[in-house]
């Protein structure tokens, strides 16, 4: 039970940023908000995770609503190396990670 | 810096074989996670490591999976008696100790299994 929800697929223009939203209205106080992506044939890649605050790193930065029942991860200038599934995941700090389907973002030339 | 190793990267066995996958975590990384992802299929989890404490196995799908952590580094994930089934990619991810600073998992490339 992946306890969130996201669109299928997603269309990006390169150099553009691309928004990905998530849907997590179940979210209890003490879980955290993860976002990972696989490219294809590799292994998932962390990108960033917030509790309530926005945050921003070097990949994305994750905007999360004030009620935290949904989040969005920007990529501020998506490039075609961006193309992935990204995961939208929430769990408590120690516990396994479970995936859903995620979104698969293309990104446009 | 390195990140978390994984071999080998590709398996081909026969049916009833035993297999013996790798996992080299991140330096310094005390939790070690095992998962397997399926053909277009999300992640399933498999065992769970921290430090010296007894491994979280309720995710082992059956008594032909084990795994071991030596000195708490090097982990092996050994599947005996290979079924069809078990053909999957199985990924291996490291974090510093849960709980600090809600540090992510981080996951090697994976070995993908084929089981003919």
């Known amino acids: 039970d992946a306890k969130t929800t996201q669109p299928t697929s997603m269309d990006c223009a390169e150099g553009r940023a691309a928004n990905l939203p998530c849907n997590h209205s179940?979210?209890?106080?003490?879980?955290?908000v993860y976002w990972y992506r696989q490219i294809h044939s590799q292994g998932p890649q962390y990108i960033i995770h917030?509790?309530?605050n926005n945050e921003t790193n070097e990949m994305a930065s994750l905007i999360i609503t004030e009620d935290r029942k949904s989040s969005t991860l920007i990529l501020p200038h998506a490039t075609l190396r961006d193309t992935a599934v990204y995961y939208c995941?929430?769990?408590?700090?120690?516990?396994?990670?479970?995936f859903g389907k995620g979104t698969r973002l293309h990104i446009l030339p | 810096g390195a990140g978390v190793s994984q071999s080998p990267s590709n398996k081909v066995t026969e049916k009833g074989k035993d297999v013996e996958l790798r996992c080299d975590p991140i330096?310094?990384?005390?939790?070690l996670y095992w998962y397997r992802q399926s053909l277009g299929q999300g992640l399933e989890f498999l065992i769970y490591?921290?430090?010296?404490?007894?491994?979280?196995k309720s995710g082992l799908p059956s008594d032909r999976f084990s795994a071991e952590r030596t000195g708490g580094s090097v982990s092996t994930l050994t599947i005996q008696r290979t079924q069809q089934e078990d053909s999957a990619v199985y990924l291996c991810?490291?974090?510093?100790?849960?709980?600090?600073?809600?540090?992510?998992?981080?996951f090697g490339d994976g070995t993908r299994l084929s089981i003919l």
């Open positions: 179940t979210i209890s106080g003490n879980e955290y």
């Open positions: 490591f921290q430090g010296n404490s007894a491994p979280d």
């Open positions: 991810a490291s974090s510093f100790e849960p709980g600090f600073l809600n540090q992510p998992q981080h």
């Open positions: 995941i929430v769990r408590v700090k120690d516990d396994k990670i479970i």
């Open positions: 917030g509790l309530k």
């Open positions: 330096s310094g990384h005390t939790a």
